[in-house]
């Protein structure tokens, strides 16, 4: 009976994982497709559509523009973030709940509901449709993100090495510079890497904000995923590969210095 | 984290102030703010002036908009039950480690990095009339026709399956195998069957775990809207609220319509998280979370 039951549950997350890379390669197999049309495998293979995409779909400024929004955003989102993470990690004063809850805010109330509003706010002053508003839009729930990230690894550093480098005479840019920011490397870059990937993957925020000049990849993949029909599905699928490269050798990096539950949700309570 | 007690004194000063203000700043400036703007927004109609509630009277009143509740509604609901109830099941037949755990979970995250659009464009083909999926079904001899499984509601439940359960499980693994579990054994050894433990001793301990995910699921579907779009009938059948607000804010430009139904998809939200948070307040609380496997 316990043999049964743990076969089965073994046999669900098979059958998951097996129409998940059927759906993966799916888009792989058709983007080298010359045609296919309702045969286990296409007859002919091609490279023509990447070529094809390349250039019909201006990929070379998307790639660029979204290699600048999600770099903008790393760096902006961890410095905004990290002197907070700081404070909320070693300070106690009144209200910190309230502030906590206000940055937890952006990351609860889905993207939809609290894009709109901004995105209006953002073409008021004439920054919607602009990279930079493309960028100011995506730190909202990243900000947010990077303080919890880096919160529990600045909880992990003794005080006492700050306290011990203060009394040798360090001025607190030192304390800072020499010994904070280097045991903070690990937090830095999980953080880092964690907002590089959500920054490339996230749609809404990005879609409601973006103009013709300011789209990432994942947006213009949506616009040619919506028209379909109007290119070929090879062409859109190509697209589609270049996309999930673009992803998959962020995540290799990713997966060297994060565990895979970190990118889900940290439930557990701050240690002590 | 400590508890502040009173009289203890309050450990702002300058410095901490100085680092706090640039991302307060920002979350007030880019969310506060516009979120505030926007309910201001919503009771100032452009064709009258002074404030009014006339959009929510529209969207009330217009049948082609307030279905896109129910709509929405019959897509997040069923969504989350199943999604929660699956990832539970298999979070908590998996609590004591797994074969390949490494491995599993890895191939998991994928879905979640690679985002709802390349997914959908994958479930088009994949799932679609000539797609693998309907090519094997009919070469075993299952079916005589292909299934119609994108292009509808089918779809629309297929895409957010496949983005939310593996984000759901994740986190209740992670919940689950953080119980301490001596309490399951001593259960156990006071002679309590699988059913008994599961039901009168885990369950309690799991509910607050549970409750997290059921919001955030729940909150998630009811704000679906790219895969309701290429995988189902944005014109029709799954035309959920979402679309509904984004359609007024860029296709008719009344961004105060716009924000009258972002706050009413907002109070479906708040909604649905109060009845989430009643509904565990019924259940047995035990704040006992032991120090299990991390």
Same mark, same amino acid.
């Given at each position: 009976?316990?043999?049964?039951?743990?076969?089965?549950?073994?046999?669900?997350?098979?059958?998951?994982?097996?129409?998940?890379?059927?759906?993966?390669?799916?888009?792989?197999?058709?983007?080298?497709?010359?045609?296919?049309?309702?045969?286990?495998?296409?007859?002919?293979?091609?490279?023509?559509?990447?070529?094809?995409?390349?250039?019909?779909?201006?990929?070379?400024?998307?790639?660029?523009?979204?290699?600048?929004?999600?770099?903008?955003?790393?760096?902006?989102?961890?410095?905004?973030?990290?002197?907070?993470?700081?404070?909320?990690?070693?300070?106690?004063?009144?209200?910190?709940?309230?502030?906590?809850?206000?940055?937890?805010?952006?990351?609860?109330?889905?993207?939809?509901?609290?894009?709109?509003?901004?995105?209006?706010?953002?073409?008021?002053?004439?920054?919607?449709?602009?990279?930079?508003?493309?960028?100011?839009?995506?730190?909202?729930?990243?900000?947010?993100?990077?303080?919890?990230?880096?919160?529990?690894?600045?909880?992990?550093?003794?005080?006492?090495?700050?306290?011990?480098?203060?009394?040798?005479?360090?001025?607190?840019?030192?304390?800072?510079?020499?010994?904070?920011?280097?045991?903070?490397?690990?937090?830095?870059?999980?953080?880092?890497?964690?907002?590089?990937?959500?920054?490339?993957?996230?749609?809404?925020?990005?879609?409601?904000?973006?103009?013709?000049?300011?789209?990432?990849?994942?947006?213009?993949?949506?616009?040619?995923?919506?028209?379909?029909?109007?290119?070929?599905?090879?062409?859109?699928?190509?697209?589609?590969?270049?996309?999930?490269?673009?992803?998959?050798?962020?995540?290799?990096?990713?997966?060297?210095?994060?565990?895979?539950?970190?990118?889900?949700?940290?439930?557990?309570?701050?240690?002590? | 984290?400590?508890?502040?007690?009173?009289?203890?004194?309050?450990?702002?000063?300058?410095?901490?102030?100085?680092?706090?203000?640039?991302?307060?700043?920002?979350?007030?400036?880019?969310?506060?703010?516009?979120?505030?703007?926007?309910?201001?927004?919503?009771?100032?109609?452009?064709?009258?002036?002074?404030?009014?509630?006339?959009?929510?009277?529209?969207?009330?009143?217009?049948?082609?908009?307030?279905?896109?509740?129910?709509?929405?509604?019959?897509?997040?609901?069923?969504?989350?039950?199943?999604?929660?109830?699956?990832?539970?099941?298999?979070?908590?037949? @998996?609590?004591?480690? $797994?074969?390949?755990?490494?491995? =599993?979970?890895?191939? /998991? +995250?994928?879905?979640? %990095?690679? &985002? *709802?659009?390349?997914?959908?464009?994958?479930?088009?083909?994949?799932?679609?009339?000539?797609?693998?999926?309907?090519?094997?079904?009919?070469?075993?001899?299952?079916?005589?026709?292909?299934?119609?499984?994108?292009?509808?509601?089918?779809?629309?439940?297929?895409?957010?399956?496949?983005?939310?359960?593996?984000?759901?499980?994740?986190?209740?693994?992670?919940?689950?195998?953080?119980?301490?579990?001596?309490?399951?054994?001593?259960?156990?050894?006071?002679?309590?069957?699988?059913?008994?433990?599961?039901?009168?001793? @885990?369950?309690?301990? $799991?509910?607050?775990?549970?409750? =997290?995910?059921?919001? /955030? +699921?729940?909150?998630? %579907?009811? &704000? *679906?809207?790219?895969?309701?779009?290429?995988?189902?009938?944005?014109?029709?059948?799954?035309?959920?609220?979402?679309?509904?607000?984004?359609?007024?804010?860029?296709?008719?430009?009344?961004?105060?319509?716009?924000?009258?139904?972002?706050?009413?998809?907002?109070?479906?939200?708040?909604?649905?998280?109060?009845?989430?948070?009643?509904?565990?307040?019924?259940?047995?609380?035990?704040?006992?979370?032991?120090?299990?496997?991390?």
């Amino acid at each position: 009976m316990r043999r049964l039951w743990s076969l089965a549950l073994y046999m669900f997350v098979l059958g998951f994982i097996l129409n998940l890379l059927g759906i993966v390669s799916h888009v792989v197999v058709s983007a080298f497709a010359k045609r296919w049309f309702g045969t286990p495998l296409p007859a002919r293979f091609t490279t023509e559509w990447f070529q094809y995409a390349w250039t019909n779909f201006d990929l070379g400024r998307v790639l660029g523009v979204t290699v600048f929004v999600a770099l903008a955003v790393v760096v902006l989102a961890l410095v905004l973030g990290f002197p907070a993470a700081y404070i909320l990690a070693r300070r106690n004063f009144r209200g910190k709940a309230l502030l906590l809850l206000l940055y937890f805010l952006p990351l609860l109330i889905p993207q939809m509901t609290y894009g709109i509003p901004l995105a209006t706010t953002l073409y008021r002053y004439a920054i919607g449709g602009t990279v930079t508003g493309v960028v100011l839009a995506n730190l909202v729930p990243m900000v947010p993100l990077a303080v919890f990230i880096l919160m529990p690894f600045i909880e992990q550093i003794s005080v006492n090495l700050e306290w011990g480098a203060a009394m040798m005479g360090a001025t607190r840019f030192q304390v800072f510079r020499r010994v904070l920011l280097p045991l903070t490397v690990p937090g830095l870059l999980t953080a880092g890497i964690l907002i590089l990937v959500n920054t490339i993957s996230n749609f809404e925020l990005t879609f409601l904000v973006s103009g013709a000049g300011s789209q990432t990849l994942v947006v213009a993949l949506f616009y040619n995923v919506f028209a379909g029909g109007v290119r070929p599905v090879y062409s859109v699928d190509a697209m589609a590969v270049m996309y999930m490269v673009t992803v998959m050798l962020v995540l290799l990096v990713a997966l060297r210095f994060v565990r895979p539950t970190q990118m889900v949700f940290r439930l557990d309570q701050p240690r002590r | 984290m400590r508890r502040r007690r009173a009289g203890e004194a309050s450990e702002l000063d300058a410095m901490a102030v100085v680092c706090l203000l640039p991302s307060l700043l920002y979350v007030v400036i880019m969310f506060v703010y516009p979120f505030l703007h926007g309910i201001y927004l919503s009771l100032r109609p452009a064709k009258q002036s002074g404030l009014s509630l006339a959009n929510y009277v529209a969207f009330f009143t217009d049948e082609w908009q307030y279905r896109t509740v129910w709509i929405t509604f019959g897509i997040a609901v069923p969504n989350t039950v199943v999604v929660v109830a699956v990832a539970l099941l298999l979070a908590y037949g @998996m609590r004591r480690g $797994i074969w390949l755990e490494r491995t =599993i979970t890895t191939i /998991l +995250v994928l879905p979640i %990095s690679l &985002g *709802v659009i390349l997914l959908a464009e994958g479930i088009l083909g994949f799932y679609g009339g000539r797609g693998w999926f309907n090519q094997i079904l009919l070469a075993a001899g299952l079916l005589q026709e292909p299934l119609t499984l994108t292009h509808n509601y089918t779809g629309v439940m297929l895409s957010l399956f496949m983005q939310q359960f593996p984000f759901c499980f994740l986190m209740l693994l992670g919940y689950i195998s953080g119980i301490d579990p001596s309490l399951e054994s001593s259960a156990r050894t006071l002679g309590a069957g699988p059913w008994i433990v599961f039901s009168r001793v @885990m369950l309690p301990l $799991i509910a607050p775990g549970l409750a =997290i995910a059921f919001a /955030l +699921v729940f909150v998630l %579907s009811f &704000g *679906v809207f790219p895969s309701a779009i290429l995988l189902g009938q944005p014109a029709g059948a799954t035309r959920t609220i979402a679309i509904a607000a984004y359609q007024q804010a860029f296709e008719h430009y009344d961004m105060s319509y716009a924000s009258a139904i972002a706050v009413v998809m907002g109070l479906f939200q708040l909604a649905g998280l109060v009845v989430i948070v009643l509904f565990r307040r019924r259940l047995v609380m035990a704040p006992t979370m032991g120090v299990g496997k991390r």
